[in-house]
């Protein structure tokens, strides 16, 4: 099973809004609703931010958004803030009864 | 509080052996599906393995079938990742992460245990 495909780095000013973009193939994104993301500090574990493409766990402030289209999901970070700054990975359950994961972004804030 | 602790890594020779212990407390760990997940040094997380709430159910990246085995031991709040046949590209910190109630997700994260393969 190939890792999603995600950019390797995204960059934004504070308040402003960054993409994340994750795709896969029919086999994973396309044909589920079980995408999730996770954002990981440098020395840390990572954290859930979004799952089943579009939910927030409770905690998980509102400027983080996910969605999906066909084999490609994207988070969206609205409102950039200083803390942001992280790794953010994407997963997708797949049609082999697994999980994969993305290769990574890592959200640089200006 | 609900909490994840790994504990068991080390280094070991290639070819040798190694099982990798996670405590869970803070919740009824007998009705959660249990993850491993692995993160080699600069890289990037990959899924490992998963098992259902009553052990019946495991599942496996390609990359490990045959040579690592989940369980889980419910009266002891604890989930077991067995290495066995270790290579170096086996060399990563090992996550345990619990699955989400009825969905599709990690919710909570120990903080991994470190495992080096090398001679």
């Known amino acids: 099973q190939s890792a999603l495909t995600q950019p390797p780095s995204v960059s934004g000013s504070p308040g402003q809004s960054v993409t994340i973009s994750c795709t896969g193939t029919s086999s994973d994104v396309g044909s589920y609703n079980r995408v999730s993301w996770y954002q990981q500090p440098p020395g840390t574990a990572p954290k859930l931010m979004i799952y089943?493409?579009?939910n927030r766990p409770s905690g998980v402030p509102d400027r983080f958004s996910g969605s999906k289209s066909g084999n490609t999901a994207s988070l969206t970070i609205s409102g950039l803030q200083a803390e942001d700054e992280a790794d953010y990975y994407c997963?997708?359950?797949?049609?082999?009864?697994?999980?994969?994961f993305g290769t990574g972004t890592k959200v640089t804030v200006l | 509080e609900v909490q994840l602790v790994e504990s068991g890594g080390g280094l070991v020779q290639p070819g040798g052996s190694l099982r990798l212990s996670c405590a869970a407390s803070?919740?009824?760990?007998?009705?959660?599906?249990m993850h491993w997940v692995r993160q080699a040094p600069g890289k990037g997380l990959v899924w490992v393995s998963r098992i259902k709430s009553d052990g019946t159910n495991t599942g496996y990246a390609g990359s490990v079938k045959g040579r690592l085995t989940i369980s889980r031991d419910n009266a002891k709040n604890t989930l077991y990742l067995q290495m066995n046949s270790l290579r170096a590209e086996d060399t990563a910190v090992y996550y345990c992460?619990?699955?989400?109630?009825?969905?599709?997700?990690?919710?909570?994260w120990g903080q991994g245990t470190t495992v080096t393969v090398s001679s």
């Open positions: 992460g619990r699955g989400l109630p009825g969905a599709y997700g990690m919710d909570v």
């Open positions: 997963s997708s359950y797949t049609n082999s009864n697994t999980y994969v």
């Open positions: 803070g919740f009824s760990f007998s009705s959660y599906w």
């Open positions: 089943e493409v579009s």
